[in-house]
């Protein structure tokens, strides 16, 4: 886009208040300009495609290259479930929803359709042409059909026999057979057949489901392999031998394909009385959802392409023909072999800040001082010991937590069932609604409800994504809180792969405002005033735009003014607005968001004081933290919240502050790694690509989660 805005008096924008005059008397620009704005569809696409450019780092090892590779797919799985089901949708339904962006929906469509073409192509031109190539120079192979040596193709067949076969449901088309309704994401086959069945049908078409208590990856006898490990896909398998499962018939062609449907919820809580019981019944109808993609093999024939494309009600835009096999992400199974460590991260072991390292009693550390973890750096083990201690400790009275992601069978849930069974008041906000986690919930929700926890499903309506934890012990004649507050979830398998603050405090004010929103969460009431939390739907937004716009005051007074924020993905207009009138009054605004990013930088009059960088590297980076120079008195919060609309509108958020100068300097030291970072980074450009910049001459490559490995743990050390 022409990076030049025409510029135009506005009204005030009401959704940032200036500050003072000063701010207000900033150039009028219209930041109403659907050109300031990128879609949020094509953002996401733009991160997929980070993902997919790390399969072409030589400097990471090539099985991690090879989940780069994978994670793409699954992502790009979720992008068609639920982003471009929700624009199918609005269509369907003549609701056309039009973003600041001013992209309709079926403009979007087209544009998505184009890019997701060309990228998945080259995903499998990366996975045919890079990856599996060096893998098979490293002894690892996918051994394909035409290349099975006379024992493997004896094992192979008794293997289909034995395993595959008698749990195969061929399914002839005629009249008494329809289509069948096949599973969202399932491995099937189209089949042409020539000849007449017992019963008299020569439809020439069957389907074959793989069945999906198969593995869709079998590694093979050593015995039967020259060296290495040498694995064999079920489709190859099925593919081989499609033949006998259509006894006296003649097999023409058979070719895998997979479909891909809405996998979006669609209950409404309003409308049922028990949304547990109601979400049960949601989620097997995800698996049946509209159709919004067919995968094929490229060497099926185009009159069964166009078959099934009508058979599921799709165009040739939906189509994306594979050169391999449909679903990707079965290799996984390669990628975590931890035969290979060569081929892998090198290990590492998570840190203990020293106040940690040889306590026995958490309360006791926390009760003098805060301490704050950066994971996967520092290690999550003093959360859960706190909570395993308070579990245990007689003087601990009740425990309230939120749970949003975790497993059911999670170190936190067996010290919450521990404290619930010893007889402590245990409450556990689960969110139901927790997307792709709903069932995992609803099991650890039982569970808990099972050991005498209250659990509480939230807000009607509104998810609680806000990470919290709060203790209440006795100790003496005084009742003492205790609190973690995380950007994070309460999941420690997560904890390894993401980045993510947590604190850990006894401050009085903090964990009152912390016993206050579970009161709002659990019973009714009017908004409580908090302290120090902020909270979304009610503060949070309205508070970020207010420091939004001081900072944008002292700027137009001359003073020096900064923000950094690090979050996920930043889509809420309001806050662009705010961001880009902080631009133009001067403001140097440096913006880390690993994923969606709607605001557009480097417009000239607009946003030219705003940088914006993508970190893709080992760990997901997934903190938030919110940090504003305040005329030389700085303001920090670490919070659960992205800047979008649904998180600072219609979700249970916390951002909460970071006080003292070591704490403080601490988050900002990190800050300052993310903004050196000239490896992992990519800088968002005004017409809404990434581009990573070269090194410059003479200047050292410098890797943010490196550094912070290096500094915290020991960079690839496993002591």
């Known amino acids: 886009m022409n990076s030049r805005i025409i510029r135009e008096t506005l009204p005030p924008d009401a959704s940032a208040p200036a500050a003072n005059d000063a701010a207000s008397a900033t150039p009028a ?3 109403t300009d659907n050109r300031l704005y990128i879609h949020r569809e094509l953002s996401q696409l733009q991160f997929n495609i980070r993902v997919l450019d790390q399969a072409l780092d030589e400097r990471t090892p090539l099985l991690e290259r090879l989940k780069f590779l994978l994670i793409f797919s699954s992502n790009m799985d979720e992008f068609f479930e639920i982003r471009v089901a929700g624009l199918k949708g609005q269509i369907a339904l003549d609701h056309e929803m039009i973003g600041p962006d001013g992209i309709p929906p079926k403009r979007a469509l087209a544009e998505i359709s184009e890019i997701a073409h060309r990228q998945i192509e080259r995903q499998y031109a990366i996975l045919n042409e890079r990856i599996l190539p060096e893998l098979v120079a490293h002894g690892i192979r996918i051994v394909r059909r035409t290349q099975w040596t006379h024992k493997q193709k004896l094992w192979v067949r008794r293997y289909f026999r034995e395993e595959v076969a008698p749990l195969v449901t061929p399914i002839g088309l005629d009249p008494t057979h329809p289509f069948p309704l096949l599973v969202n994401k399932s491995l099937n086959f189209i089949v042409r057949l020539e000849g007449v069945d017992a019963f008299g049908r020569d439809s020439g078409l069957a389907i074959v489901p793989a069945p999906r208590v198969l ?54 809580p309003e409308d049922v009385e028990d949304l547990a019981l109601a979400l049960r019944g949601e989620l097997y109808s995800r698996r049946f959802g509209d159709a919004v993609r067919l ?33 990707l ?45 950066l994971h996967p750096y520092e290690s999550f083990s003093p959360v859960v010991d706190l909570l395993r201690q308070a579990a245990k400790d007689p ?112 401050d009085d004010a903090l964990c009152e405002d912390v016993h206050k929103l579970f009161s709002q969460l659990t019973g ?39 923000i950094i924020l690090k979050v996920n993905a930043l889509t809420e207009p309001k806050v662009i607005r705010a961001l880009y009138k902080a631009s133009i009054a001067g403001v140097h605004i440096d913006l880390i968001v690993r994923g969606v990013c709607c605001l557009r930088p480097g417009v000239e009059g607009v946003s030219e004081n705003i940088q914006v960088r993508s970190i893709i590297g080992r760990f ?21 919240a992205d800047l979008m609309e649904r998180n600072l509108d219609r979700r249970v958020e916390t951002a909460f502050p970071i006080e003292g100068k070591k704490l403080q300097q601490r988050v900002r030291n990190a800050l300052e790694l993310y903004l050196t970072d000239n490896t992992s980074a990519s800088l968002l450009q005004s017409e809404g690509q990434y581009l990573r910049p070269a090194v410059p001459g003479g200047e050292s490559p410098r890797d943010v989660q490196t550094e912070l490995m290096e500094k915290l743990c020991g960079a690839g050390s496993a002591h």
Not at 296 to 323: M, R
Not at 621 to 628: I, M, N, T
Request: charged share 20%; proline share 4%.
């Open 29 to 31: 620009v219209d930041l």
């Open 524 to 562: 009714m009431g009017k908004v409580l005033h908090m302290k120090k939390l902020l909270h979304a739907p009610f503060t949070l937004k309205k508070t970020l735009l207010e420091l939004i716009a001081h900072e944008t005051a002292h700027a137009a007074a001359g003073r020096p003014a900064q």
């Open 620 to 640: 997901l980076e997934h903190s938030r933290a919110y940090w504003f120079a305040n005329d030389g008195e700085p303001q920090l919060y670490l919070s659960s």
């Open 395 to 506: 003087q601990v009275l009740a425990i309230k937590q939120t749970l949003y992601r975790t497993n059911a069978n999670s170190e936190i849930v067996d010290a919450l069932v521990d404290a619930a069974r010893a007889g402590k008041e245990v409450t556990a906000v689960v969110e139901l609604r927790a997307r792709f986690d709903e069932e995992s919930n609803l099991t650890l929700a039982s569970r808990l409800q099972q050991a005498g926890a209250m659990v509480i499903y939230g807000v009607v309506g509104i998810k609680t994504h806000a990470k919290l934890m709060l203790i209440q012990r006795r100790e003496g004649s005084e009742l003492v809180r205790y609190a973690h507050l995380g950007t994070g979830n309460y999941h420690t398998g997560n904890a390894r792969l993401y980045t993510d603050y947590s604190l850990l405090t006894s």
């Open 215 to 268: 593995p869709r990856l079998i590694r093979m006898p050593l015995e039967i392999c020259e060296g290495g490990d040498n694995y064999v896909l079920l489709s190859s398998i099925i593919h081989a031998h499609a033949e006998e499962l259509f006894p006296g018939m003649h097999v023409l062609g058979c070719y895998q394909f997979r479909l891909t449907r809405n996998a979006d919820l669609t209950l409404d």
């Open 295 to 327: 995968e094929v093999a490229d060497n099926c024939p185009k009159d069964l392409i166009d078959y099934l494309l009508k058979q599921f009600g799709l165009t040739e835009s939906e189509l994306y023909e594979v050169n391999g096999p449909v679903n």
């Open 329 to 373: 992400a079965r290799l996984f199974r390669i990628a975590n072999n931890v035969s290979y460590p060569q081929l892998q991260y090198l290990p590492f072991t998570p840190a203990l800040p020293k106040a940690l390292k040889h306590a026995e009693d958490l309360f006791q550390v926390i009760g003098k001082q805060d301490v704050l973890l």
